[in-house]
């Protein structure tokens, strides 16, 4: 069957500290994979996605992300953290139909 | 653009008791989709459609139908309320080519007491 793992359900970092959100995916093939926020009372928003080509992908808000076939991952990074990244993240990968992973809620400290 | 349009946000409804969910979206695509969004549990899909007159079910439709009747509307409804269907819902659309990812609306919070 189809899943998404996030393995971590909070993370918390420093403000200016570097982060990275771990995700896995079980597929029969290589999904599209995207990464999406979600802040409190809201809808999802599309931070960054990748389905062929460079493996490193860029996206908005200074988060970039790596497709690593090996390891069936796809984590999500930023090399220095805002207050205002503080939100849900999801994971998510698959064709014309999307499985999402659990989420993970990123906690950031002054 | 207004994008995909959930109506209403919020809804209390008593168990038994049916409703629906309006979506619609204005960009023109035929994907369009329902998730509910349970805490630690990420987004599970409900139903799905993949244009006017088509709709299949997803991971978990139980006590919900969908239709579409047109590409810009894909309303779900709940027949007989129950406590298990207390959640938010997201509807989401998508183009053809899925590469592009989902546009999400701001999702309906749903309580059955």
């Known amino acids: 069957a189809q899943s998404v793992t996030q393995p971590d359900i909070h993370i918390t970092v420093s403000e200016g500290a570097s982060l990275e959100l771990r995700c896995n995916y079980s597929y029969g093939a290589t999904p599209y994979l995207f990464w999406y926020v979600q802040s409190p009372g809201q809808g999802l928003q599309l931070l960054l996605k990748y389905f062929s080509g460079d493996t490193l992908v860029q996206g908005i808000k200074g988060f970039e992300a790596e497709f690593k076939r090996s390891q069936s991952s796809f984590n999500l990074r930023k090399p220095s953290v805002h207050w205002s990244d503080a939100a849900e993240y999801f994971c998510a990968a698959g064709g014309n139909k999307l499985v999402f992973g659990a989420g993970t809620i990123l906690r950031v400290k002054s | 653009n207004a994008g995909v349009t959930q109506t209403p946000k919020f809804r209390i409804l008593k168990i038994g008791q049916s409703m629906t969910l309006q979506c619609t979206q204005d960009?023109?695509?035929?994907?369009m989709y329902w998730y509910r969004q349970d805490p630690g549990m990420g987004l599970k899909l409900i139903y799905y459609?993949?244009?006017?007159?088509?709709?299949d079910k997803g991971e978990v439709p139980n006590g919900y139908n969908v239709s579409r009747s047109t590409t810009e509307d894909f309303p779900l409804r709940l027949e007989l309320a129950a406590p298990s269907q207390t959640s938010v819902y997201f509807c989401?659309?998508?183009?053809?080519?899925?590469?592009?990812?989902?546009?999400f609306g701001s999702g309906t919070r749903l309580t059955v007491v």
């Open positions: 989401a659309s998508s183009q053809i080519q899925s590469n592009y990812g989902y546009t």
């Open positions: 459609s993949v244009g006017a007159g088509i709709t």
């Open positions: 960009m023109n695509h035929n994907y």
